[in-house]
């Protein structure tokens, strides 16, 4: 069996992202390790995800485009979820769609990546 250990994302701004990740409603707390730098995570269902400060500007490629990524979360309010993502002027790249699992919008991070956000049996 296989299962996914972690998922560790290299950010331009770690604390910008940090800020999108609850803002998404990733609970992510400062974290550091003996000598180690600061850096944000979390456990989600026994995925370790953290967020370092990569020390350097970057860009992510865009959505569906080669060696891009495309994490997916699920959230107990989409509505909270959307509202904290606009008022930090988070871009919306597709708006709010009843999908069979449940409801999704996608939404673009700091660093260029697309999240999906979902609610199941969200009907709004």
């Given amino acids: 069996m296989t299962e996914i250990a972690s998922i560790v994302l290299f950010?331009?701004?770690?604390a910008q992202m940090a800020d999108f990740?609850?803002?998404?409603?990733?609970?992510?707390?400062?974290?550091t390790h003996d000598d180690g730098p600061l850096h944000w995570?979390?456990?989600?269902?026994?995925?370790?995800?953290?967020?370092?400060?990569?020390?350097?500007?970057?860009r992510a490629p865009g959505l569906r485009a080669a060696g891009?990524?495309?994490?997916?979360?699920?959230v107990s309010s989409l509505d909270t979820a959307r509202a904290a993502l606009d008022e930090l002027g988070a871009p919306i790249l597709e708006d709010h769609e009843i999908r069979p699992w449940g409801c999704r919008f996608i939404v673009e991070d700091?660093?260029?990546?697309?999240?999906?956000?979902?609610?199941?049996?969200?009907?709004?």
């Fill in 11 to 14: 950010a331009a701004d770690g």
């Fill in 21 to 31: 990740d609850r803002a998404a409603g990733v609970d992510l707390e400062d974290e």
């Fill in 41 to 58: 995570a979390v456990d989600l269902d026994g995925v370790h995800v953290a967020v370092y400060d990569a020390g350097m500007a970057g």
């Fill in 68 to 74: 891009s990524t495309f994490p997916g979360l699920y």
């Fill in 110 to 124: 700091p660093d260029g990546r697309a999240v999906e956000i979902n609610q199941r049996h969200h009907c709004g």
